[in-house]
């Protein structure tokens, strides 16, 4: 994150997942970036989902490339799991997470994909 802010570099999580969870792991590991995920309220007597959208996972992640890409932003993006399948799609770049869903789809599919084991690998690979 050093390395892409460094650069000018806008980064950001775009997940299906729930932004309380993601914002403290994030916030431990001294990473400050935006969170933009579906919320939850952990109330006692049961706890309810906020979709972000009313997509298959609840966030259109693809949506959030294309906009970033139509605004003039090379879009990056990195992910692992079928969620980010359309995304992959939008981006000028992906990086797909060694032997996960995303990196298979995007080969059976001809889509240029990178694997990747760790961030380094993606830091490298940027030039960042």
């Not at 001294?30 to 309810?48: C, I, L, M, Q």
């Not at 869903?101 to 001809?110: F, I, N, P, S, T």
Request: charged share 25%.
């Amino acid at each position: 994150m050093r390395a892409a802010h460094a650069h000018g570099a806008w980064v950001g999580v775009v997940s299906a997942g729930i932004r309380q969870v993601i914002g403290p792991a994030l916030e431990r590991a001294g990473v400050d970036v935006p969170v933009f995920a579906n919320d939850v309220d952990f109330n006692p007597a049961g706890w309810a989902l906020t979709f972000i959208d009313d997509s298959l996972y609840g966030h259109d992640k693809a949506a959030r490339v294309r906009a970033a890409r139509d605004g003039g932003a090379r879009t990056i993006y990195v992910g692992d799991g079928i969620s980010d399948f359309a995304a992959a799609h939008e981006a000028d770049a992906v990086f797909a997470k060694k032997n996960c869903a995303l990196e298979r789809y995007a080969r059976e599919r001809g889509l240029p994909v990178t694997p990747f084991s760790s961030f380094d690998e993606i830091r490298v690979a940027l030039l960042l």
